[in-house]
């Protein structure tokens, strides 16, 4: 267990649809960040959270946001969602210290289904 | 843009064969190197990480080698179990300052008893 929680674990939704995925990140860790795993594009960054700012954007379509709340967790939000949306989503968590490894914990990922 | 190239899989040995999965990486700077290992139905887990030339990570009985001069992270193990089976994830740290993580295409093991 990597202590990062991540809700729910699968979701299925129609095209068109919006839906939330929820990330708890490890306790005492700043920095938050979303990836999606994909058959055709692999694991790919998303966006990086870090003491509730934005601290790095990836490959994040516009129909997606995130954000991250005082209380450090973390929310992914997918709109007008498409049939190519469908994906693994992970969130990691890492304490991110000045010269420090910043490792990554993951979590158990969200799988998002979409018909 | 840093990038990391995974040999493709799968990649299919008998129980206590000789394991090598080869990875490389382009990066400016210098990056810290990860081995994640995702097992059928989970997450991605840690391995193992290297964060300076000649650093060898281990952990399970895999080992990987940071090596400079040819950019290259490949990973190891003398004798694998068939509950080694799972997709194996080579990474770098992006050269900015968020940290993100750049991951190779994964590489699938089959280990058959």
């Known amino acids: 267990d990597s202590g990062v929680t991540q809700t729910p674990k699968h979701l299925i939704t129609a095209t068109g649809q919006r839906v939330t995925l929820r990330c708890s990140p490890r306790?005492?860790?700043?920095?938050v960040y979303w990836y999606q795993q994909s058959l055709d594009q692999g694991l790919q960054f998303l966006i990086q959270?870090?003491?509730?700012?934005?601290?790095a954007k990836g490959n994040i379509l516009e129909r997606f946001s995130a954000q991250q709340f005082p209380d450090l967790h973390s929310e992914l939000n997918l709109s007008s969602l498409e049939l190519g949306d469908s994906a693994l989503y992970f969130c990691?968590?890492?304490?991110?210290?000045?010269?420090?490894?910043?490792?990554?914990?993951f979590g158990p990922g969200t799988r998002l289904t979409v018909l | 843009g840093d990038s990391v190239t995974q040999m493709e899989g799968p990649v299919t040995l008998s129980e206590e064969a000789f394991l090598t999965i080869n990875c490389t990486y382009t990066?400016?700077?210098?990056?810290?190197l990860f081995w994640y290992v995702q097992y059928p139905g989970e997450g991605l887990q840690l391995l193992l990480k290297?964060?300076?030339?000649?650093d060898k990570g281990s952990n399970k009985g895999f080992e990987a080698t940071y090596r400079k001069e040819t950019t290259s992270f490949h990973l190891e193990k003398g004798s694998v179990q068939v509950s080694d089976s799972a997709v194996y994830f080579c990474?770098?740290?992006?050269?900015?300052?968020?940290?993100?993580?750049?991951f190779g295409s994964g590489t699938r093991l089959l280990v058959r008893p």
């Open positions: 990691a968590s890492s304490v991110e210290s000045a010269g420090g490894l910043n490792e990554q914990f």
């Open positions: 306790s005492g860790d700043l920095s």
């Open positions: 959270y870090y003491n509730g700012e934005e601290r």
């Open positions: 990066a400016t700077g210098y990056p810290s």
């Open positions: 290297a964060t300076k030339a000649d």
């Open positions: 990474a770098l740290t992006a050269g900015d300052s968020s940290y993100k993580l750049i």
